[in-house]
């Protein structure tokens, strides 16, 4: 069974850029939730995919945006980067009748200087 | 809103001491997650707790879950130097996450 992958591992940006972030959900999840976490913090949700539509988005400006695609994999989008977006973004996928248990891959690090 | 608080915020434990970290939820969940977290690296699921009274266990860590006190505990025994990671705890199904628990675990 394959786990949560994402890409790219790391990634660096100019402020006012623009960067795609991709996920690819273990095996029979449809379900796949992004979270942000900065240096010394817990993850913050941003937002929840289910069935290519958008299921729940945390506190985060319309800048961040994502897409499920039929084989559930995902992406997530963020224009007009600011310094303060430098973090580890997290992406993990579920599936119904698992209680929500959410597993988690290995992240991408990006940093905007 | 829904807030998650965990404390300690960092704990400094001796090998084959045991400890309890807290975690506090301010409204109403059905289900608690305890995740684990190494330096540099992604979270690993721990416990899922789904109901008022709920006990798991796995190794030296023993979970438990008081809906009614919106709290949830996670036990240490007797440790060891590889549980030194940071600990989180989530709620609901966007889960919410705790300030984390870093800790570190002493010969």
């Known amino acids: 069974e394959t786990g949560v992958t994402q890409s790219p591992t790391h990634l660096i940006k100019t402020r006012g850029q623009q960067v795609t972030l991709r996920c690819s959900s273990q095996?029979?999840?449809?379900?796949v939730s992004w979270y942000q976490q900065a240096l010394g913090q817990g993850p913050q949700f941003i937002f929840q995919y289910y069935r290519e539509e958008e299921n729940g988005r945390g506190n985060f400006p319309p800048r961040f945006s994502g897409l499920q695609f039929p084989n559930y994999s995902s992406e997530l989008n963020v224009n007009a980067l600011e310094l303060d977006d430098s973090a580890l973004y997290l992406c993990?996928?579920?599936?119904?009748?698992?209680?929500?248990?959410?597993?988690f891959g290995p992240g991408t690090r990006l940093t905007v200087l | 809103e829904l807030k998650v608080e965990q404390n300690p915020l960092f704990l400094s434990m001796q090998e084959g001491k045991n400890y309890t970290i807290y975690c506090n939820y301010s409204t109403t969940s059905d289900r608690l997650y305890w995740y684990r977290q190494d330096p540099g690296k992604s979270l690993e699921s721990l416990f899922v707790?789904?109901?008022?009274?709920a006990v798991k266990q796995e190794g030296r860590l023993m979970a438990s879950l008081d809906t009614k006190a919106r709290l949830s505990t996670l036990h240490i025994t007797a440790a060891v130097h590889d549980l030194s990671a940071t600990y989180f705890c989530a709620v609901s199904n966007k889960l919410i996450f705790g300030t984390g628990t870093l800790l570190a675990v002493q010969p």
């Open positions: 095996s029979g999840h449809n379900t």
């Open positions: 707790l789904l109901s008022n009274g």
């Open positions: 993990a996928s579920s599936f119904p009748g698992s209680y929500n248990e959410q597993f």
